[in-house]
T-cell receptor, first 116, second 115 residues
Framework: QKEVEQDPGPLSVPEGAIVSLNCTYSNSAFQYFMWYRQYSRKGPELLMYTYSSGNKEDGRFTAQVDKSSKYISLFIRDSQPSDSATYLCAMSARASGGTSYGKLTFGQGTILTVHP | GAVVSQHPSRVICKSGTSVKIECRSLDFQATTMFWYRQFPKQSLMLMATSNEGSKATYEQGVEKDKFLINHASLTLSTLTVTSAHPEDSSFYIC???????????FGEGSWLTVV
C-alpha cells in the first residue's frame, strides 16, 4: 500500500464547476500538507500548505485536512480552463530530532481538465 | 511566491558524456534541496536530498556515483549526470526548502535528452 493515495483521474469538468480533489494517507506522522499544481512539462507550483486540521482558504482554493480520517482535499471554486493541470498532494513528517520537516511524499497526481 | 531557478531548461548530450544541472534559490536561503526525476504521466520520484555543506542522501536504487550532487552554498545545488546513457533521458526537477521555514518550492525542471 502506498503511503499516499490519490485518484489519478482524469477528471473533466465544465467551466464554473466546483472541483474536489482528494488524497488519503496511512502515515499518522504526516503533519505538513501541501497541494501543488503542475502544468505539462513544467515544475510543480505551490498552491497551498497547511499544518492543521480544518479548512484554509485562498481565493478560489480551499484546502481541507482531516487528520482523524487521514484525508485531505483541495476544492477549486468557479473553475477555469486555465486550471487544467495535474494536481499533486504532498505531505511530510517532522525530521527526527528536529523542528524541521523531512522529505515530501507525493500522491500520484490527478489530471484535471476544465472545458469551456 | 519564492523563486527557484533551474538551468538549463533543456539539454541534449551524447552518450558517455556528463551534464550538469544547476538549481538556485533566487530570493531565499535553502539549507536543504531535493532532486527529483519524473517520467511521463507519473509523479515525482525523489532521487536525493542535499544539505548545504554535507554529502547528499540518496534514495534506494539511485546510483550516487552516476548522479553526483553538490550543495556548496545556501542558494545553489548541482546535479551532474555522469557517463550519460539514453535511459537517463528524463525530466529532472529540483526543489528547495526555505532555511527560515518549511515551505518547499520547485524549479521549472530540466529536460535531459541523451542521444
Amino acid at each position: 500500500q502506498k503511503e499516499v493515495e490519490q485518484d489519478p483521474g482524469p477528471l473533466s469538468v465544465p467551466e464554473g464547476a466546483i472541483v474536489s480533489l482528494n488524497c488519503t494517507y496511512s502515515n499518522s506522522a504526516f503533519q505538513y500538507f501541501m497541494w501543488y499544481r503542475q502544468y505539462s512539462r513544467k515544475g510543480p507550483e505551490l498552491l497551498m500548505y497547511t499544518y492543521s486540521s480544518g479548512n484554509k482558504e485562498d481565493g478560489r482554493f480551499t484546502a481541507q485536512v482531516d487528520k482523524s480520517s487521514k484525508y485531505i482535499s483541495l476544492f477549486i471554486r468557479d473553475s477555469q480552463p486555465s486550471d487544467s493541470a495535474t494536481y499533486l498532494c504532498a505531505m511530510s513528517a517532522r525530521a527526527s530530532g528536529g523542528t524541521s520537516y523531512g522529505k515530501l511524499t507525493f500522491g500520484q497526481g490527478t489530471i484535471l481538465t476544465v472545458h469551456p | 511566491g519564492a523563486v527557484v531557478s533551474q538551468h538549463p531548461s533543456r539539454v541534449i548530450c551524447k552518450s558517455g558524456t556528463s551534464v550538469k544541472i544547476e538549481c538556485r534559490s533566487l530570493d531565499f536561503q535553502a539549507t536543504t534541496m531535493f532532486w527529483y526525476r519524473q517520467f511521463p504521466k507519473q509523479s515525482l520520484m525523489l532521487m536525493a536530498t542535499s544539505n548545504e555543506g554535507s554529502k547528499a542522501t540518496y534514495e534506494q536504487g539511485v546510483e550516487k556515483d552516476k548522479f553526483l550532487i553538490n550543495h556548496a552554498s545556501l542558494t545553489l545545488s548541482t546535479l551532474t549526470v555522469t557517463s550519460a546513457h539514453p535511459e537517463d533521458s528524463s525530466f529532472y526537477i529540483c526543489s528547495a526548502r526555505q532555511t527560515s521555514g518549511n515551505t518547499i518550492y520547485f524549479g521549472e525542471g530540466s529536460w535531459l535528452t541523451v542521444v
